[in-house]
């Protein structure tokens, strides 16, 4: 995977940070749906990450496709904050060159990397499939992305670009050096593709300040490559572990600035997996500095890197130390690290015991003592790092005494600074730092207090305050406390509460007491009010009522620029769901924006019509305030809720009929005297026109075996004897709105089954298998074509494994499993649907990669991948029991089977969000069952599959109402000797067809609605 941030850096720091995507590498088919984006676009649309959402607007979050970037200057893309190249599956093919679909950025690439003057991060792994594991990789990407776009230190108003490289899995031998020719513009960088699982940390930065070693080890962090060579200005940030490696490592890793030490029983060695750029970079190790008072003992508590001045220890590996200077000089020892870096807290720590009653600082080094000599020999590359240890200093708090300032007065803020211990004769300077303490973790940039407050002393005592916010004042001689003022400037900006944090820096010359911090709340005189009502509060599905709603957002304050407000659509009972019930105009992405001069924007909601019996349905949009202080801030007024009514269409009957006509689907030329004479049939799929597929046992005239069929309007068409010859042996599945059809063909001479698609009853086309496979495969489903026609099954793989697939436009697609893409593991893909912003496929996929346990998956096909997010989980709560999907509607409601707390497997439905269902639901049985499967879901929620006794004999059912349950042949009007075992699937107009017995033959049938 390779992706790329490139930063650049914009005047006003209150506006959303905008981010720009390559096109041909990222697919949004729906901005405002996190669920449909990859990670790297959740973050950007996420509300809370400072990042204007993807759009079309000047102010949006853009993508550009290969033949817009091609055009693009350097100053078109600084009017981006983040440049994102994503290449989403696209493949290194070979050594020294790259995928096609990246030739546009290759040959653009000194033209977007000139703009690349700022922080930078490469990353040499997957870290956006990664994050499916679990919330902290994706925490990590965006701690990563605000390195990128950090502007500490350079000055107002100048541009400044940052990037991030992420190479993914290449399909070179884990023996061949690849080149990195997308990032050709910075220089050379070089690697290998091979596989790691844990990552450890070898620096920091103060965008990072919360990253530790412990966030990312055994986080399965996917690292399939590790970079060797890089250019100058680039240095090792985090370490890929137990990488596998030939036995002996390139000599480039014993190169400065990287010197590789780990070594286990894989022959693995550490290397580089992420490399960074800036000048804000801070180098581990460090060691924490102390100062105790007199007769306590010191413990030295110490972070070793992984670069040539600092070998990490191994452990076991003794440490010694020496006190080069101060109180305690010349004390010497050595200790036995049990921990080493890539460890939880990848720290070290001894203790000694000073001599009565020290003043003073000691000076230590620590260092590897790598020959058992207790001399500190750099020349035999013993790294090192330094300790300071003050003795006899007084200790220093904060506390903020008024923490409540404003803009109006303006009225100040106090904060005390208060010393205890050791002597008051003496005058003592402290330092501070002051921050804005909602960025201070996110973005790590103080607010200048020529822009937002003042800072000085009560009484006059000496207070001074630099450029970077580090402040230094002194407690005068004879006093034990001093008040500092944080008085605040009255502007014109919309900048809501902020609220400042003032920290105590460690000193040498007194120690910190656990309350080192204090925050102070300013409140802003200037932030408009925003409110929103229902213009219109009702719509309907009715096509000829052509009836919208409205939402009306309201502001009040200054009109003189532009402001974007935040909105959620939650879900719940009875509540619309957004792009399966409803659209927005302007699309729903969490934000609108009003322009200068408006007071007034309105959102319009159109229903989505359906044949479902739904009812009135309602969505609610609710105000939230800014995500973070980088937005344009404002409070909410008194209406911050509002509500339209969605009217049902008035045409939509019963999710239910009363009563159904049975039809028998058995035979073609059912008069023939040539055998069979009593032919079997099953019927699997039906379309919205009543058209039935299936297989039967064809009269003689027509051939052998096991056939295909078409059935429509009382007409059944052999699909096999025509297009694959009348002893050929075929089965049809599934079948769309247009009539195409999908199946597999048996080849019986190969002995090996192909996945098929038949136009009509005289054109057939074998799908295309997966790369080294013969054959062995099955289409299950195909979705309508109005966006595109998808199909989903399965087929074998190179290592003769199934594998969920799906075909597209010629092409063949392996989804890989939930735990990863091990070509060992096996998946299965049963239904796909027709949903509006992309098609989902649902299926089977192993768990776990030790177990043969599947669970239910829901996945965007256009994906083409199964990521553990994916993981529908289980009716009981267990990962350790089974589950599949077999059918998904438009509205994205799966429906399928899942083993139960009472050990049974019964029938779910799972609907997106908690909407329609509440979630996770079990359809149960019929009275006395113990076991059933749904096998098909209509849009209008109509829901068939089996229900089965004790004794295995199994039923056909329908569940309707949101679960309600019946017996199918207890419908049937004209039951005759029908009994019947399956519905196999179900259409919005209520019309079933299955399989059953007629005077005791297999039979297909289709069940009619009176």
Request: proline share 6%.
């Amino acid at each position: 995977m390779l992706l790329l941030f490139v930063q650049i850096g914009i005047a006003n720091a209150a506006t959303l940070k905008r981010a720009l995507f390559y096109g041909p590498t990222t697919t949004v088919s729906d901005p405002g749906n996190a669920t449909a984006s990859s990670t790297l676009q959740e973050i950007v649309n996420d509300a809370s990450s400072g990042f204007a959402p993807i759009g079309t607007s000047s102010t949006s979050s853009r993508i550009w496709t290969e033949a817009t970037w091609l055009t693009k200057t350097v100053a078109d893309f600084a009017a981006f904050d983040v440049i994102i190249l994503d290449d989403k599956g696209i493949e290194v093919a070979g050594s020294g060159s790259s995928s096609a679909l990246w030739n546009a950025a290759i040959a653009n690439r000194q033209t977007w990397s000139t703009a690349a003057n700022g922080n930078g991060v490469l990353l040499g792994g997957d870290p956006s499939w990664s994050q499916h594991y679990g919330a902290t990789t994706k925490s990590e990407l965006l701690k990563l992305l605000n390195f990128a776009v950090d502007k500490t230190g350079y000055p107002a108003n100048q541009p400044r670009t940052g990037f991030l490289i992420v190479t993914g899995q290449s399909s070179g031998s884990d023996t061949q050096t690849q080149t990195l020719d997308v990032a050709g513009g910075f220089g050379n960088f070089t690697f290998r593709p091979a596989d790691a699982d844990k990552v450890a940390l070898v620096a920091s930065h103060p965008m990072l300040d919360l990253l530790q070693a412990s966030d990312l080890t055994d986080l399965h962090a996917s690292a399939h490559v590790s970079f060797l060579s890089w250019p100058a200005g680039f240095y090792p940030f985090a370490l890929c572990v137990d990488f596998l490696y030939p036995a002996v490592p390139p000599a480039s890793f014993y190169a400065p600035p990287f010197r590789s030490l780990e070594q286990d029983s894989k022959n693995g060695f550490t290397a580089p997996w992420i490399l960074v750029r800036g000048a804000q970079r801070q180098l581990m190790p460090q060691a924490y500095t102390q100062a105790k008072q007199p007769g306590q003992t010191c413990t030295i508590t110490a972070v070793f890197q992984t670069l040539a001045q600092s070998p990490a220890p191994i452990t076991g590996q003794r440490i010694g130390f020496a006190i080069t200077s101060g109180p305690n000089q010349g004390r010497t020892g050595t200790f036995t690290p049990t921990t080493r870096l890539t460890d939880a807290q990848g720290k070290v720590s001894f203790a000694y015991t000073p001599i009565a009653n020290p003043v003073g600082i000691d000076h230590i080094t620590l260092f590897l003592d790598n020959n058992n000599d207790n001399v500190w020999q750099p020349s035999l590359g013993e790294g090192s790092v330094e300790a300071i240890v003050s003795w006899g200093t007084p200790t220093v708090s904060i506390s903020a005494v008024d923490a409540n300032a404003s803009e109006t007065g303006p009225d100040p803020a106090v904060f005390r600074i208060t010393r205890t211990g050791g002597s008051t004769a003496q005058p003592l300077t402290v330092a501070l730092t002051f921050r804005d303490a909602a960025n201070a973790q996110s973005t790590g940039a103080p607010v200048p207090s020529e822009d937002d407050y003042i800072v000085s002393a009560v009484a006059g005592a000496n207070v001074q305050v630099d450029t970077s916010k580090h402040a230094t004042v002194t407690i005068l001689a004879g006093q034990a406390s001093l008040d500092i003022t944080v008085t605040p400037i009255d502007d014109t900006l919309a900048e809501g509460p902020e609220r400042i944090e003032c920290s105590i820096r460690p000193g040498l010359t007194y120690s910190t007491d656990p309350n080192f911090i204090a925050v102070a709340t300013i409140q802003d005189n200037d932030t408009p009010t925003v409110s929103v009502t229902a213009l219109d509060s009702t719509a309907s599905e009715d096509p000829a009522a052509a009836d919208t709603g409205v939402f009306l957002f309201q502001r009040t304050g200054g009109t003189a620029a532009s402001l974007t407000v935040f909105y959620t659509l939650p879900l719940g009972p009875g509540r619309a769901i957004y792009g399966g019930d409803y659209l927005l105009d302007p699309p729903a992405q969490g934000s609108v924006t009003f322009g200068t001069g408006e007071t007034d924007f309105q959102l319009t909601l159109t229903a989505v019509v359906d044949s479902r019996n739904e009812g009135p349905e309602t969505v609610r949009l609710d105000l939230v305030p800014p995500p973070s202080m980088d937005t344009p801030f404002y409070t909410l007024g008194g209406s911050s809720t509002a509500t339209i009514t969605i009217v049902d269409n008035p045409g939509n009957t019963l999710p239910i009929p009363n009563s159904y006509t049975i039809v028998n689907l058995g035979t073609i030329n059912p008069n023939t005297n040539q055998a069979p004479i009593n032919p079997t049939s099953r019927g699997f799929g039906i379309n919205a026109s009543g058209m039935v597929v299936g297989d039967y046992t064809p009269p003689t005239y027509l051939g052998t075996g096991t056939h295909s069929f078409r059935y429509y309007n009382g007409g059944l068409s052999d699909l096999t004897s025509y297009t694959l010859g009348a002893s050929a042996t075929a089965y049809a599945f599934g079948i769309n709105s247009a009539g195409a059809t999908v199946g597999t063909y048996y080849n019986t001479a190969l002995g090996l089954y192909s996945a098929i698609r038949w136009t009509d009853a005289l054109n057939a086309t074998m799908l295309v298998p997966l790369p080294g496979s013969l054959g062995n495969q099955q289409a299950n489903a195909i979705s309508d074509n109005t966006t595109g026609e998808w199909i989903a099954g399965w087929g074998v793989n190179a290592q003769g494994k199934y594998r969920a697939v799906v075909w597209e436009n010629g092409f063949t697609d392996d989804l890989g499993t939930l735990p990863g893409t091990d070509g060992l593991l096996q998946s299965y893909a049963l239904g796909v649907n027709n949903h509006p912003f992309g098609h989902r496929v649902t299926g089977r996929s192993v768990y776990r990669d030790d177990s043969p346990i599947t669970h239910a998956f829901l996945t965007q096909a256009q994906y083409f991948a199964i990521y553990p997010g994916d993981d529908l989980g289980t009716l009981w709560g267990s990962d350790a029991v089974n589950s599949e999907g077999t059918s998904v509607n438009d509205l994205n409601e799966v429906v399928g089977s899942s083993m139960t707390a009472s050990v049974q497997t019964h029938a779910f439905i799972k609907a997106p969000d908690s909407g329609k269902h509440l979630g996770f639901v079990d359809l149960g049985v019929l009275p006395g069952d113990t076991y059933s499967r749904a096998l098909s879901i209509a849009n209008n929620g109509l829901i068939v599959g089996v229900s089965r006794t004790p004794g295995y004999i199994e039923r056909a059912v329908i569940w309707y109402n949101n679960g309600q349950i019946a017996n199918l042949i207890t419908k049937v009007s004209n039951p005759g000797s029908w009994t019947l075992s399956t519905a196999a699937s179900v259409n919005s107009s209520g019309s079933i067809c299955g399989t059953g017995y007629l005077n005791g033959i297999q039979r297909a049938f289709l069940l009619i609605p009176n």
